[in-house]
């Protein structure tokens, strides 16, 4: 299994895209979420006005074409990428900029870094992950670790296993979590995974992802590169950890 899995254009996918679309055009313009990577990249949390159920606009999110049971979602993430991506900024490292750069700032969802030491700690136990293009652009596509979400869920468990499953939300992983980025890079076939609207792509909450670099003589619209993500959270890193 290569842990995610992408739709083809379907026609309610695209009314969902198309009716989203100038909602979130001006939802990123009147945010006050500064812009990070020298003013390349709008992250865009819980900025798009959609229901619980997902319908933005009057337009029903299609359930049966993402092939999902319907739960309640957040405001969708707007993750927009913008011409230069990436950029040297004062709120990032060089090494941190270097692997944004270089390795496409490669994560795994769920992991905030806690306290000074930037501890990682599973924080966010999201379900799943359904990505939705919003605009017509070939820059900075998501990028993925095909096979990556076993060789994470095994690192984690074995990391979280001697702790009791209650305390694992405030474990430090950051080691396991590192090596185990390690050997995904070693092993696992990076794919970069362009999208359009009227498509959606699925990934497994495990699954190592990132962003490619804007590339030369890539184009988008002037918002820039648009994607709505949706990750709901289940109800315990026990959840998160054990299920496939």
Known sequence: MTGWHKIGTHPALLA???????VAVAALR???QPLRCGGTWAVGLDLLPNGEDGEIAGVPLPWDVLGL????????????????????SAEETEPAFRFRLNRDAAHLDGL???????????KEPHA????LPLTTSDAAPLVVWEGSHRIMQAALQAA???????????????????????????????????GLPGEAVLLHRHLVHG??????????????RVIAYFRPVMDSVQDWLLQD
């Open 16 to 22: 969902w895209a198309k009716a989203a679309h100038p």
């Open 30 to 32: 009147d945010t006050d």
């Open 69 to 88: 049971a319907p739960v309640a979602l957040h405001p969708a993430q707007l993750s927009t990428i913008h011409p230069g991506y990436p950029r040297p």
């Open 112 to 122: 905030l870094p806690v306290g000074p030491d930037r501890l990682r700690m599973v």
């Open 128 to 131: 799943w992950i359904v990505g």
């Open 160 to 194: 979280l296993a001697p702790h009791p499953p209650e305390s694992w939300g405030d474990v430090d992983i950051t080691a396991a979590y590192q090596a185990a980025r390690a050997e995904v890079f070693r092993s696992c076939r990076r794919r970069e995974v362009p």
């Open 211 to 224: 962003v490619a670099p804007w590339a030369e003589g890539a184009t988008a619209p002037p918002e820039g």
